[in-house]
T-cell receptor
């Protein structure tokens, strides 16, 4: 079974600075998807960024980018120019690309605080 | 992408009672998923709801405690039955975002059992 690990329960960053959240995963599959979700205090789960395992190019979405290291099974999220609105829980998630409706496996989360 | 309306957003319930949570999707979807998020923890899948068939429950979750209905392709309910304080959690529904391989989530229901 796949597992997702986030080794940083809490992180903090100064406003306008850059922060990197770590995620590692374990799988025997070669084709899969990886995601970062953000959950602010409103409880809404918001998709931040996704990465297809077959793509070598790292995904970027505005201030958010990932460092995907497939051999190392590492998928870190970099947030540049941090804003107060970035404060939230961040969950790394894995999903198999085989079949349809495959379940997500979520990591334990990292709570990010942004300091003014 | 799908938009999900989930309600209630929060509730405080007495132990021994039941609460039904509703999720309405603005487009037809094959599968809907129900998650539980206990305080300070990650998301755990409760069950997958398909229209026209019984829901598929994950290990540790049973139909008698969490009955699910899926009467059509845009709507589902999750009932938390015979509640105890241990059921205090956030409950979220989600659907598969076609073509994007990510899930869209409802806004969650914060349940407190006293």
């Amino acid at each position: 079974a796949q597992t997702v690990t986030q080794s940083q329960p809490e992180m903090s960053v100064q406003e306008a600075e850059t922060v990197t959240l770590s995620c590692t995963y374990d799988t025997s599959e070669s084709d899969y998807y990886l995601f970062w979700y953000k959950q602010p205090p409103s409880r809404q789960m918001i998709l931040v960024i996704r990465q297809e395992a077959y793509k070598q190019q790292n995904a970027t979405e505005n201030r958010f980018s990932v460092n995907f290291q497939k051999a190392a099974k590492s998928f870190s999220l970099k947030i540049s120019d941090s804003q107060l609105g970035d404060a939230a829980m961040y969950f790394c998630a894995y999903r198999s690309a085989v079949g349809y409706g495959q379940n997500f496996v979520f990591g334990p989360g990292t709570r990010l605080s942004v300091l003014p | 992408s799908a938009v999900i309306s989930q309600k209630p957003s929060r509730d405080i319930c007495q132990r021994g009672t039941s609460l039904t949570i509703q999720c309405q999707v603005d487009s037809q979807v094959t599968m809907m998923f129900w998650y539980r998020q206990q305080p300070g923890q990650s998301l755990t899948l409760i069950a997958t709801a398909n229209q026209g068939s019984e829901a598929t429950y994950e290990s540790g979750f049973v139909i008698d405690k969490f009955p699910i209905s899926r009467p059509n392709l845009t709507f589902s309910t999750l009932t938390v039955s015979n509640m105890s304080p241990e059921d205090s959690s956030i409950y979220l529904c989600s659907v598969d975002r076609q073509g994007n391989y990510g899930y869209t989530f409802g806004s969650g229901t914060r349940l407190t059992v006293v």
